[in-house]
Protein backbone atom coordinates (compact mmCIF):
# COMPACT_ATOMS: atom_id res chain seq x y z
CA UNK A 1 0.00 0.00 0.00
CA UNK A 2 3.08 2.11 0.75
CA UNK A 3 4.49 1.67 -2.74
CA UNK A 4 1.18 2.73 -4.59
CA UNK A 5 1.35 5.35 -2.43
CA UNK A 6 4.84 6.73 -3.46
CA UNK A 7 4.22 5.38 -7.13
CA UNK A 8 0.81 7.75 -7.09
CA UNK A 9 2.19 10.66 -6.02
CA UNK A 10 5.40 10.51 -8.55
CA UNK A 11 3.23 10.41 -11.27
CA UNK A 12 0.83 12.58 -10.13
CA UNK A 13 2.20 16.36 -9.00
CA UNK A 14 -0.12 18.28 -6.80
CA UNK A 15 -0.24 21.45 -8.34
CA UNK A 16 -1.09 24.75 -6.33
CA UNK A 17 -4.70 24.48 -7.60
CA UNK A 18 -4.67 20.89 -6.77
CA UNK A 19 -3.92 21.55 -3.13
CA UNK A 20 -6.34 24.51 -2.84
CA UNK A 21 -9.47 22.81 -4.16
CA UNK A 22 -8.38 19.58 -2.03
CA UNK A 23 -8.49 21.93 0.73
CA UNK A 24 -11.84 23.78 -0.11
CA UNK A 25 -13.68 20.10 -0.37
CA UNK A 26 -12.21 19.72 3.20
CA UNK A 27 -13.51 22.73 4.65
CA UNK A 28 -16.82 22.52 2.88
CA UNK A 29 -17.28 18.61 4.68
CA UNK A 30 -16.98 20.46 7.58
CA UNK A 31 -19.32 23.55 7.17
CA UNK A 32 -22.85 23.13 8.80
CA UNK A 33 -26.21 25.22 8.77
CA UNK A 34 -27.93 25.44 11.91
CA UNK A 35 -30.43 23.18 10.53
CA UNK A 36 -27.51 20.71 9.99
CA UNK A 37 -25.90 20.87 13.18
CA UNK A 38 -29.07 19.68 14.57
CA UNK A 39 -29.60 17.19 12.63
CA UNK A 40 -26.09 15.91 13.00
CA UNK A 41 -26.12 16.30 16.73
CA UNK A 42 -23.15 19.05 16.40
CA UNK A 43 -23.61 21.62 19.50
CA UNK A 44 -21.84 25.02 19.37
CA UNK A 45 -20.93 27.27 21.91
CA UNK A 46 -22.00 30.65 20.67
CA UNK A 47 -25.46 30.97 18.70
CA UNK A 48 -25.60 31.38 15.02
CA UNK A 49 -26.26 35.35 13.77
CA UNK A 50 -29.67 35.64 12.13
CA UNK A 51 -30.04 34.28 8.57
CA UNK A 52 -29.21 37.05 5.40
CA UNK A 53 -31.29 37.63 2.88
CA UNK A 54 -30.87 37.49 -1.31
CA UNK A 55 -30.92 40.26 -2.79
CA UNK A 56 -32.25 38.88 -5.55
CA UNK A 57 -34.51 36.58 -4.87
CA UNK A 58 -35.69 37.19 -1.07
CA UNK A 59 -34.78 33.97 0.08
CA UNK A 60 -33.14 33.44 3.53
CA UNK A 61 -29.61 32.32 3.27
CA UNK A 62 -28.61 30.35 5.85
CA UNK A 63 -24.92 30.96 8.01
CA UNK A 64 -22.73 28.14 7.81
CA UNK A 65 -20.57 27.05 10.88
CA UNK A 66 -17.01 25.50 10.78
CA UNK A 67 -16.89 22.51 12.72
CA UNK A 68 -14.35 20.90 14.84
CA UNK A 69 -14.11 18.01 17.03
CA UNK A 70 -18.16 17.88 16.71
CA UNK A 71 -18.90 21.68 17.49
CA UNK A 72 -19.20 24.69 15.96
CA UNK A 73 -16.34 26.62 16.77
CA UNK A 74 -17.15 29.41 14.31
CA UNK A 75 -19.82 30.53 12.90
CA UNK A 76 -19.38 32.61 8.72
CA UNK A 77 -22.13 34.83 7.47
CA UNK A 78 -23.34 33.19 4.27
CA UNK A 79 -24.31 35.93 1.76
CA UNK A 80 -24.08 34.00 -1.67
CA UNK A 81 -27.76 32.76 -2.49
CA UNK A 82 -27.88 29.47 -5.32
CA UNK A 83 -30.34 31.38 -7.18
CA UNK A 84 -29.76 32.06 -10.55
CA UNK A 85 -29.10 35.52 -10.78
CA UNK A 86 -27.19 35.48 -7.39
CA UNK A 87 -24.73 33.03 -8.97
CA UNK A 88 -24.06 35.03 -12.19
CA UNK A 89 -23.66 38.45 -9.91
CA UNK A 90 -21.11 36.13 -7.60
CA UNK A 91 -19.44 34.87 -10.78
CA UNK A 92 -18.91 38.78 -12.23
CA UNK A 93 -18.00 39.34 -9.08
CA UNK A 94 -15.38 36.93 -8.06
CA UNK A 95 -13.69 37.58 -12.16
CA UNK A 96 -13.25 41.58 -11.73
CA UNK A 97 -11.48 40.17 -7.86
CA UNK A 98 -9.29 37.92 -10.28
CA UNK A 99 -8.08 40.52 -12.77
CA UNK A 100 -7.81 43.21 -10.02
CA UNK A 101 -5.33 40.76 -8.07
CA UNK A 102 -3.80 40.11 -11.28
CA UNK A 103 -2.97 43.30 -12.17
CA UNK A 104 -1.92 44.24 -8.41
CA UNK A 105 0.84 41.33 -8.92
CA UNK A 106 1.47 42.67 -12.22
CA UNK A 107 2.39 46.00 -10.96
CA UNK A 108 4.44 44.48 -8.12
CA UNK A 109 6.12 42.31 -10.12
CA UNK A 110 7.01 45.10 -12.38
CA UNK A 111 8.30 47.35 -9.55
CA UNK A 112 10.75 44.56 -8.62
CA UNK A 113 12.29 43.86 -11.56
CA UNK A 114 13.10 47.77 -12.34
CA UNK A 115 14.62 48.00 -9.41
CA UNK A 116 16.70 44.84 -10.12
CA UNK A 117 17.32 46.69 -13.45
CA UNK A 118 18.33 49.83 -11.33
CA UNK A 119 20.42 48.22 -9.14
CA UNK A 120 22.76 45.98 -11.04
CA UNK A 121 22.96 47.84 -14.74
CA UNK A 122 22.20 51.36 -12.91
CA UNK A 123 19.27 52.27 -15.94
CA UNK A 124 17.41 50.81 -18.45
CA UNK A 125 19.92 52.24 -20.97
CA UNK A 126 18.57 54.62 -22.98
CA UNK A 127 21.25 57.37 -23.25
CA UNK A 128 20.78 61.34 -23.47
CA UNK A 129 20.71 61.73 -27.00
CA UNK A 130 17.97 59.22 -26.88
CA UNK A 131 15.92 60.21 -24.38
CA UNK A 132 14.15 62.70 -27.51
CA UNK A 133 13.60 60.15 -29.56
CA UNK A 134 10.00 60.16 -29.43
CA UNK A 135 6.89 58.97 -31.56
CA UNK A 136 5.77 62.25 -32.59
CA UNK A 137 9.25 63.59 -33.97
CA UNK A 138 10.20 60.77 -36.30
CA UNK A 139 9.62 61.69 -39.35
CA UNK A 140 7.04 60.41 -41.68
CA UNK A 141 7.35 62.64 -45.09
CA UNK A 142 8.01 58.97 -47.20
CA UNK A 143 5.65 55.68 -47.84
CA UNK A 144 8.73 54.09 -46.69
CA UNK A 145 8.76 56.22 -43.14
CA UNK A 146 5.15 56.17 -42.40
CA UNK A 147 4.95 52.37 -42.81
CA UNK A 148 7.70 51.35 -40.53
CA UNK A 149 6.43 54.43 -37.89
CA UNK A 150 2.86 52.09 -37.62
CA UNK A 151 4.37 49.01 -37.36
CA UNK A 152 6.45 50.43 -34.51
CA UNK A 153 3.85 52.60 -32.85
CA UNK A 154 1.23 49.73 -33.04
CA UNK A 155 4.10 47.56 -31.17
CA UNK A 156 3.96 49.98 -28.47
CA UNK A 157 0.74 50.34 -28.35
CA UNK A 158 -0.55 47.22 -28.10
CA UNK A 159 2.54 45.58 -26.32
CA UNK A 160 0.62 43.15 -23.79
CA UNK A 161 -0.78 41.05 -26.55
CA UNK A 162 3.16 41.02 -28.37
CA UNK A 163 4.18 40.24 -25.25
CA UNK A 164 1.53 37.37 -24.66
CA UNK A 165 2.86 36.06 -27.81
CA UNK A 166 6.45 36.33 -27.56
CA UNK A 167 6.61 38.71 -30.57
CA UNK A 168 9.25 40.87 -31.22
CA UNK A 169 11.15 43.23 -34.33
CA UNK A 170 13.59 42.94 -36.26
CA UNK A 171 14.48 46.29 -37.62
CA UNK A 172 17.31 46.04 -40.51
CA UNK A 173 18.49 48.88 -42.95
CA UNK A 174 21.50 51.32 -43.83
CA UNK A 175 22.87 54.20 -41.68
CA UNK A 176 20.62 56.92 -40.20
CA UNK A 177 17.50 55.93 -41.28
CA UNK A 178 15.70 55.93 -37.90
CA UNK A 179 15.73 52.62 -36.80
CA UNK A 180 17.61 53.88 -33.30
CA UNK A 181 14.69 56.59 -32.71
CA UNK A 182 11.97 53.79 -33.61
CA UNK A 183 13.35 51.51 -30.59
CA UNK A 184 13.92 54.85 -28.66
CA UNK A 185 10.56 55.22 -29.44
CA UNK A 186 8.86 52.08 -28.28
CA UNK A 187 11.41 51.88 -25.25
CA UNK A 188 10.51 55.30 -23.87
CA UNK A 189 6.64 54.51 -24.37
CA UNK A 190 6.73 51.41 -22.21
CA UNK A 191 8.97 52.68 -19.44
CA UNK A 192 6.80 55.81 -18.94
CA UNK A 193 3.85 53.11 -19.11
CA UNK A 194 5.73 51.46 -16.30
CA UNK A 195 6.51 48.55 -17.98
CA UNK A 196 10.29 47.12 -17.49
CA UNK A 197 12.43 47.93 -20.48
CA UNK A 198 16.42 47.88 -20.99
CA UNK A 199 17.51 49.21 -24.00
CA UNK A 200 21.22 48.73 -25.14
CA UNK A 201 23.68 48.84 -27.75
CA UNK A 202 24.94 45.03 -28.22
CA UNK A 203 28.31 46.39 -27.27
CA UNK A 204 27.16 47.76 -23.95
CA UNK A 205 25.09 44.89 -23.20
CA UNK A 206 28.41 42.64 -23.45
CA UNK A 207 30.20 45.38 -21.22
CA UNK A 208 27.71 45.05 -18.50
CA UNK A 209 28.31 41.62 -18.02
CA UNK A 210 32.08 41.77 -18.53
CA UNK A 211 31.79 44.34 -15.57
CA UNK A 212 30.58 41.83 -13.04
CA UNK A 213 33.70 39.96 -13.38
CA UNK A 214 35.43 42.98 -10.98
CA UNK A 215 32.12 43.67 -9.22
CA UNK A 216 32.09 41.92 -6.04
CA UNK A 217 28.01 42.80 -5.08
CA UNK A 218 26.78 41.75 -8.87
CA UNK A 219 27.64 38.25 -10.46
CA UNK A 220 27.70 37.58 -13.96
CA UNK A 221 24.66 35.52 -13.09
CA UNK A 222 22.48 38.18 -12.06
CA UNK A 223 23.45 40.36 -15.11
CA UNK A 224 22.95 37.85 -17.51
CA UNK A 225 19.59 36.92 -15.62
CA UNK A 226 18.37 40.75 -15.74
CA UNK A 227 18.61 40.41 -19.30
CA UNK A 228 17.33 37.61 -19.96
CA UNK A 229 14.08 38.40 -17.87
CA UNK A 230 12.91 42.32 -18.84
CA UNK A 231 9.75 42.00 -20.10
CA UNK A 232 11.42 43.73 -23.16
CA UNK A 233 15.19 44.02 -24.38
CA UNK A 234 15.89 46.12 -27.31
CA UNK A 235 19.08 45.68 -28.61
CA UNK A 236 20.46 48.51 -30.72
CA UNK A 237 23.64 48.10 -33.34
CA UNK A 238 24.09 44.23 -33.52
CA UNK A 239 27.03 43.41 -35.21
CA UNK A 240 28.63 46.23 -34.01
CA UNK A 241 30.66 44.87 -30.39
CA UNK A 242 33.96 42.76 -31.23
CA UNK A 243 33.21 39.16 -32.23
CA UNK A 244 34.84 36.81 -29.88
CA UNK A 245 33.72 33.14 -28.70
CA UNK A 246 32.90 34.77 -25.53
CA UNK A 247 30.56 37.16 -26.96
CA UNK A 248 29.04 35.35 -29.49
CA UNK A 249 28.36 32.35 -26.07
CA UNK A 250 26.88 34.96 -24.36
CA UNK A 251 24.80 36.71 -26.81
CA UNK A 252 23.17 33.14 -28.10
CA UNK A 253 22.84 32.35 -24.00
CA UNK A 254 20.89 35.47 -23.93
CA UNK A 255 18.28 35.02 -27.19
CA UNK A 256 18.40 31.78 -26.99
CA UNK A 257 16.99 31.57 -23.11
CA UNK A 258 14.17 34.51 -24.34
CA UNK A 259 13.07 32.39 -26.99
CA UNK A 260 12.57 29.55 -25.13
CA UNK A 261 10.77 31.64 -22.51
CA UNK A 262 8.61 33.28 -24.74
CA UNK A 263 9.97 36.97 -24.19
CA UNK A 264 10.04 39.67 -26.80
CA UNK A 265 13.08 41.09 -28.40
CA UNK A 266 13.74 44.00 -30.38
CA UNK A 267 17.03 43.93 -32.43
CA UNK A 268 18.49 46.66 -34.90
CA UNK A 269 20.97 46.21 -36.92
CA UNK A 270 22.92 47.96 -40.29
CA UNK A 271 23.71 44.29 -41.33
CA UNK A 272 21.31 41.70 -43.77
CA UNK A 273 21.14 38.31 -42.74
CA UNK A 274 24.36 37.32 -44.26
CA UNK A 275 26.54 40.45 -43.17
CA UNK A 276 25.37 40.05 -39.81
CA UNK A 277 26.25 36.43 -39.64
CA UNK A 278 29.53 37.11 -40.58
CA UNK A 279 30.03 40.22 -37.96
CA UNK A 280 28.74 38.27 -35.15
CA UNK A 281 31.11 35.19 -36.18
CA UNK A 282 34.67 34.62 -34.69
CA UNK A 283 37.19 34.00 -37.07
CA UNK A 284 38.15 30.44 -36.99
CA UNK A 285 34.99 29.54 -35.51
CA UNK A 286 31.55 27.47 -36.62
CA UNK A 287 28.48 29.61 -37.36
CA UNK A 288 26.03 27.26 -36.10
CA UNK A 289 25.20 29.59 -32.40
CA UNK A 290 25.04 32.76 -34.77
CA UNK A 291 22.80 31.28 -37.62
CA UNK A 292 20.72 29.64 -34.67
CA UNK A 293 20.33 33.18 -33.02
CA UNK A 294 19.62 35.05 -36.10
CA UNK A 295 16.92 32.73 -37.47
CA UNK A 296 14.79 32.56 -34.16
CA UNK A 297 15.05 36.17 -33.70
CA UNK A 298 13.49 36.94 -37.33
CA UNK A 299 11.40 33.82 -36.55
CA UNK A 300 9.31 35.67 -34.17
CA UNK A 301 9.47 39.04 -35.18
CA UNK A 302 8.02 41.37 -37.82
CA UNK A 303 11.11 42.48 -40.00
CA UNK A 304 10.95 46.03 -40.77
CA UNK A 305 13.63 47.31 -43.66
CA UNK A 306 14.42 50.68 -43.64
CA UNK A 307 16.68 51.65 -46.67
CA UNK A 308 17.08 55.02 -48.09
CA UNK A 309 19.20 57.78 -47.59
CA UNK A 310 20.87 58.89 -44.48
CA UNK A 311 18.53 61.84 -43.01
CA UNK A 312 20.61 62.88 -39.87
CA UNK A 313 22.05 66.63 -40.54
CA UNK A 314 19.10 67.39 -42.75
Known amino acids: MELTRIGEAAGQRQTPEDLRRREDSKAANNMVTPQEAKERGITWRVAPPEPQVCQFCGQPIQPQGIVLQNMVFLWRPNVRCTCEKAVAYWQEYDRKQAEEKARKEDEERRRAMQSRIDRLLGNSGIKKRFQQRTFPNFRTDTPGRQKNYRVAKEY?????????????????????TGKTHLAAAIALQLISEGIPVICKTSSDLLLDVKKAFDNEGVTEAQVLDAYKKVDLLIIDDLGKEQCSDW?????????????????PTIVTTNYNTDG???????????????????????????????????????
Open 247 to 263: SMSTLYSILNDRYEDMK
Open 276 to 314: LINALTPKGFDNTKIVAIISRLRETSTVMTMAWEDCRGK
Open 156 to 176: ADNFAYHKAKGDGLYIEGTNG
